[in-house]
């Protein structure tokens, strides 16, 4: 009888031993299987491999048909297949992605991110220069300005899907309601938008605190320059958030928010999008693949479809036109990628072929930065449907591509996007003014950026 | 739901405890073998990463020039750092008001519940701890949509008189807000431990107060109340942990509530953004353990002033 108890401990013993002995046998797997790293082996691909004999690439990205330019892929490739999951968009892949880089495992072979994140992995050596893995071939593919926005220095850490093109969307049915025209700059703006709230209409934009990616881009419209920043000197950094410029802008646009005249609601929320649908914005400030996102959404179906036209951003200097920039992708070669040479071949052939590409801008899910597509009369004539028949592209968005000179990001970019972001809260709440905001950046971002070991200029 | 938490229910080990007789090495032996399961689960998801969270606190990892060993730097830091002070002090405040206002709301439902026998008392039962069995992300996003000027319910019903909805989701009114939510999350499982400890009380204690000439009232105030606090002190001291940790309810807000809610609301969140959205484990560590030795000292402030009063861990 005394045995029974000892026995069944002893069991019992054996048993979460067993159990800590299959967690860890887990572990050893996926850490010495480089190939499926992020727990993305073959069987946890969103898509079905058809060539199952092939090594296989893991892959993360987010873009809406991303299903349909895997198979595309897989479809022609006969060397390597890719292993897609979707784990999120923007920030929420590169809080994984981050945790990965901690970890030293984790990461897929392949990422999408988009240009102004590449400096941030890139300084963490989580990015592996791809230009001696066939760069050579895609070259002439893509335009100088579109490698540019990849590369830091000389090495290339990713390959240019899509660009953001700046333009000013718009309703058709409000701006003939209130007999207004598309404003060409930013005066013009500001009075339209008093026209309109003059005469009880919706507001005229928003100010989206949570896309801090769009003021940097109208700064720089402005002339600002937030940084300035060389992988040859990478301990030195510039950073300038409260020159003239910037403070102009943030002045601008906080007045607008004190008069009523835009909405202070985050963007891609539901409240955001249901406001849209409403009609309570006459106008919204984005770029070349906003159409597809808010279709996507469920705007401008119904009674809605066809009120929305695009004009061009509107201008501080007419006779000096400046064209900006938000979003757009690329994709790129992790250092935990177990057959870089591999990955770089996914990463240059993915989203490259012509009927992936056709189906992202016919559905403007993307601007292509592939230069078989961008100069495609079929693409460049394109009727959008959202835009009721209007030749978007031809007449906004490629003149827009095409003057982009390119930004300079940092490796700050993540905290000065969430300093922005707290910032252009406090301004929307009429806490603080455009130019406090400026200057309370700036002193945030410098502080950072000493603590991290930069030295600022 | 037949809960029932006994009186007398922690044995008072210290004051039973005489000098303990020599148990044999077999049966001590034994004695290791039944915790052993437990054991290693507490040392290898407790005890390890913890200790793993304290040693990285200890280091910085700078973008440039790499990790540095640096002592308590960081917990310097973080008691220097006003996002983590205002988000801590929010806490704080957020406390001092959620745990009077959830502990009244449940010890009126339970007395209630206690006194009423009706089948309509099980059904209300049930319908009140409903709101607990609903995930806290599932309630968060829900009372966001509720909140919501758009699609919310808020603002037709104040039409109907004329007035103007609050908003829940601004600035001025997020503490409300989120104070709502987390009510009407957790009252409910506060009212079920507060009933099971009415349950608990002998009945003959009533018989004796009302031949003694007791009313309902005197009854509820001097026998009932008494006799739970120990059940009281248990739900103040899940609340006032449960509440210092605030992460679930204002990180799904935020994306509702337009700038009302900063990566930094509160100290958890500070210590998630930290880690995960910049990529400082080292700071967001520290965060953590700054925020664990906060509710130490409120917890240990709040059992010191509450000792005489007979609490479940004396």
Redesign the interface.
Known sequence: MKRK??LA??A??V???TL?ACSSGDDGTSSSDGGGGGGSDASNCTNTIPKPDLPAVTLWAWYPNMELVVDNFNELNDEVQVCWTNVGEG?DE??KF??A??AGTGAPDVIMIEADRIPTFQ??DALVDISDYGYEDVKDDYSEGAWQDVSVGDAVYGVPVDGGPMGMIYRKDIFEQYGITPPTTWAEYEQAAQTVRDAGGPLFGDL???VPAVMMALQIQKGASPFAYDTDD??NIGIALNDQASKDVLEYWGGLVEKGLVG???QF???YI??VI?GDYATYISAAWAPGYLTGAGVGEGADSGQFAVAPLPQWDPANPVQVNWGGSAFSVTSQASDPELAAKVAFGIYADEASLTDGWTNQVIFPLNLNALEDPAFVDLEVEFFGGQQANKEVYVPAANAYEGFTYS?LQ??YY?AM??Q???L??GSITGSEAADRLQDDVVSYAE????TVQ | MTLQISETAPPRAEKTRRKAPKVPLREQL?GW??I??FG??FL?FLVAPLVYALYLSLFRK????GTSFVLLDNYTKAFTDPSFLDGAWFVIRFSLVLIPVQMLISLAMALILDIVTSAFARFSRLMIFLPYAIPAVIGALMWG?LY????GPLGDIFGLFGASAPDFLS?DLIFYGLLNIVTWQWAGYYMIILYAALQGIDPTLYEAARIDGASTWQITLRIKIPLITPALLLILVFALIGTLQFFNEPKILR??A???I??DFTPNMYAY?QA????N?NYGSAISFALGGVVFVCVYVFLFATRKRGSFLS
């Open positions: 108890p000892f401990a002893a019992t013993l048993l979460a031993g800590v920030g590169y809080e981050q945790t880089i901690a300084v963490q989206g605190a949570n990478p301990e202070t609601q985050d929320t539901p409240e249901s406001g409403n490796p993540q905290y969430d972001t707290e252009l809260g406090a929307n709440q603590e991290q070991g930069f | 034994i073998l039944f052993g399961p290693v689960v290898a700078a973008l440039i020039g949509f919501s000027k758009n699609f600035n994306d509702l337009a700038g009302a900063g990566p953004q995960f959205g910049l990529a484990f």
